[in-house]
Structure formats: structure tokens, C-alpha cells
């Protein structure tokens, strides 16, 4: 599986961006597909994800309100679209899959195996 992440950039707080995630090689059946973030100096956190089969969604709490993942099984593409944007939210925004994954580990960066190369977003303020 590779992934490919694009649609970051620079907004102004309480804009919107809408991140892309164009999913490659072999046909997922089931596990996680996520979004995490990593801010400066911080570690790589969860941000949004949900169960491939069954479709069942989860937020981190910053998020939730503001924040929609959602995908497109024809195009093969996972999306976060992000409103309302906080200078809070800038970070580098990598996509994820974990074919395998189970849903008590949908928020567990380290249960994905398949990482996208990460967009930039920057809120300013």
C-alpha cells in the first residue's frame, strides 16, 4: 500500500483546508485508515480515523465539530476536510492505513504500517 498525501498550506485562523490522501497498490478490506499530526518539537498524535468496514469514525477532542474524514472508494482517496482552523492545528499531517488494525487501536500511530509522506498546514493568526 502507498499513500500519498497533498492539500496542505497556509490559512488564516478560522479558514479551511481539505486534505487528500490517494491510496496505491493493493485493495484494503478491512482495519484503520487515519489521519495524525506532528507539531514542532511534539510527538505524532491522532487526529481523526475510522474502521474500513463498518465506517464508524473517530476524533481527537480539539477536532471534533471542525473536522470530517470521509473517503472515496472509486477514487481510491481518504479525506480531512478542516474548518474553522486554529493556529493550534499547524503541524505536518500524515495519513495512515493499517490493514490489520482492530478497533481498539485506531488511535495508535505505532498499529499503522503504511504511512503517507506528510503535508504541511500552517494556520496564522
Known amino acids: 500500500v502507498q499513500l500519498q498525501a497533498s492539500g496542505g498550506g497556509l490559512v488564516q485562523t478560522g479558514g479551511s483546508l481539505r486534505l487528500s490522501c490517494a491510496l496505491s497498490?493493493?485493495?484494503?478490506?478491512?482495519?484503520?485508515m487515519g489521519w495524525f499530526r506532528q507539531a514542532p518539537g511534539k510527538e505524532r498524535d491522532f487526529v481523526a480515523g475510522?474502521?474500513?468496514?463498518?465506517?464508524?469514525?473517530f476524533y481527537t477532542d480539539s477536532v471534533k465539530g471542525r473536522f470530517t474524514i470521509s473517503r472515496d472508494n472509486a477514487k481510491r482517496t481518504l479525506y480531512l476536510q478542516m474548518n474553522s482552523l486554529k493556529p493550534e492545528d499547524t503541524a505536518v499531517y500524515y495519513c495512515?492505513?493499517?490493514?490489520?488494525?482492530?478497533?481498539?487501536?485506531?488511535?495508535?500511530?505505532?498499529?499503522?504500517?503504511?504511512w503517507g509522506q506528510g503535508t504541511e498546514v500552517t494556520v496564522s493568526s
Open positions: 495512515a492505513a493499517a490493514p490489520r488494525g482492530i478497533l481498539s487501536t485506531v488511535r495508535t500511530a505505532t498499529a499503522y504500517d503504511y
Open positions: 497498490g493493493r485493495t484494503l478490506n478491512g482495519g484503520n
Open positions: 475510522f474502521r474500513w468496514n463498518g465506517g464508524s469514525t
